[in-house]
């Protein structure tokens, strides 16, 4: 078949007569793909890897393609000639047969360390130089996740650092791979966290058409979010992470909000709080407790809030929000719970009472480690991708096996609790640093004055689930 006849189906009555010249490209069998190929490949190899990347985003550019399509690229249209080698040597390694820890798995990547921002209550960007992972640890843990017997979605949540300061190529990869990974019956998705502070439209652009959706960090109107998000001079962001929230918009990307919540922002009036994140124009907000830093030998808690305080700060933030907000600012954690208390999926990891080994990262150097709040705690750490496969790792952790153990013993002491069907417990990270910093022994998170609240109103009817 002439690919110009192909071209001109369903374009009415169109004739080179008409004016449309035909292409004088003929296929008639696989050799003539095969020698297609070949010249295309030619064609490539006489390009830099700019010029690649170029050229491999125009060959679709005025088809619209589908995300399949656009992620079906020839390798060197995407990979650069050291990292197809690498990939050659990746794949000689026969697929690991361990079975996956879960069917659905959510795989924290910590993309890099590097980042625009020294907000006040992190840590990470102290540990020292930046570091970006690399080609081999994205090929390995993207086709060990991917390719584990049993496996069935893998969600991939990129962090940093600043996870879009290393742009538009890096992701691109990073898809392509998934794509080249994944089996029949096996899907995958991504999400990204940022700080919003100088995006590219260029990234904006490839987040919104492939529908990777995005988390923006937000702790409050400026009078708080500019006294601790600020930047490398400590400068505040707000009015940077607010442009950037209108061009999502004015994009179509899809976005939300994530709040980390200490002991100044807990002090604010809610309605305050809640109008300033309606008024950034968002639709959903999650809400995470200010951490310490996972040191045993410290017990400084410093803007970390003790537990049953943030407990407190909970049960008056869903009173109002359930009054006056609810049809216009969706609350994760409270939307989970809600669900929870309603015997409907929730989503959250917090309350899924077998997280470990079931929620991961994995860091720039291979570090293969329980979810990030743990970030630091070598206890939590489960192996590395570089010495044994993902699952392989998994498998034979005594980590995993001791944290497991930890999880099923306080089960076993707790699954009395009226609540305990709906929190199974709440975070282990949370229970180990009440234990630590509050000498709390009781494993209980003490969310029972909230789900009470929540039961009530689902029984009243004065909440409306999505």
């Not at 100088?198 to 919104?208: A, G, P, Q, V």
């Not at 409050?220 to 009015?239: E, K």
């Not at 200010?290 to 410093?302: F, K, Q």
Request: charged share 25%; net charge neutral; proline share 4%.
């Amino acid at each position: 078949m002439r690919l110009d006849s192909q071209l001109q189906e369903g374009a009415g009555d169109a004739s080179p007569a008409d004016g449309v010249e035909p292409t004088g490209l003929t296929i008639t069998s696989r050799d003539d793909v095969v020698a297609l190929r070949a010249g295309l490949k030619s064609f490539m190899d006489m390009l830099n890897d700019d010029e690649k990347s170029i050229f491999g985003s125009l060959l679709f550019a005025d088809a619209k393609p589908t995300i399949h399509q656009r992620l079906s690229l020839p390798e060197e249209a995407v990979l650069n000639r050291r990292e197809r080698a690498m990939l050659r040597q990746i794949e000689q390694t026969p697929v690991d047969e361990t079975p996956a820890r879960s069917p659905s798995m959510i795989i924290v990547m910590k993309a890099t360390r590097l980042c625009n921002l020294r907000c006040t209550y992190c840590h990470a960007w102290r540990e020292g130089p930046g570091h970006v992972m690399s080609f081999a640890v994205l090929a390995r843990t993207i086709r060990d996740a991917l390719q584990a017997p049993g496996a069935r979605h893998i969600e991939f949540v990129w962090h940093g650092g600043e996870a879009t300061l290393l742009g538009v190529k890096f992701y691109r990869k990073a898809l392509w791979l998934q794509q080249r990974y994944a089996p029949k019956g096996t899907s995958f998705s991504n999400a990204i966290q940022t700080n919003a502070v100088d995006i590219s439209d260029d990234m904006l652009e490839f987040l919104r058409d492939y529908s990777i959706s995005i988390g923006v960090s937000i702790d409050g109107p400026p009078a708080i979010n500019d006294t601790r998000r600020v930047d490398v001079n400590g400068a505040g962001t707000s009015r940077r992470i607010l442009a950037t929230l209108r061009r999502l918009r004015q994009k179509g990307v899809k976005h939300g909000l994530l709040a980390v919540i200490d002991s100044e922002i807990a002090a604010m009036p809610a309605r305050e709080l809640l109008d300033y994140f309606v008024l950034t124009g968002a639709r959903s907000l999650d809400i995470l407790n200010a951490l310490p830093e996972n040191d045993e030998s410290c017990n400084v808690i410093g803007t970390y809030i003790p537990w049953p305080e943030y407990v407190k700060f909970m049960c008056h933030l869903y009173e109002v929000w359930r009054d006056e907000y609810q049809d216009r600012l969706e609350i994760r954690t409270f939307i989970s719970l809600l669900n929870k208390v309603a015997n409907r999926e929730h989503g959250l990891c917090i309350f899924a009472g077998d997280c470990q080994g079931k929620y991961l990262t994995i860091e720039s150097n291979g570090n293969i480690a329980a979810c990030d709040k743990y970030v630091g705690d070598d206890n939590y750490l489960y192996g590395n991708i570089f010495k044994g496969s993902l699952n392989r790792s998994l498998a034979g952790s005594q980590n995993l096996k001791r944290a497991k153990a930890e999880l099923d013993c306080y089960k076993t002491g707790s699954s009395q609790c009226q609540w305990y069907s709906v929190c199974t417990g709440g975070c282990p990270h949370d229970r180990k640093t009440s234990r630590r910093l509050l000498n709390d022994t009781s494993g209980c998170c003490g969310l029972g004055p909230l789900l009470s609240l929540m039961e009530k109103d689902t029984a009243r009817g004065t909440i409306c689930l999505p």
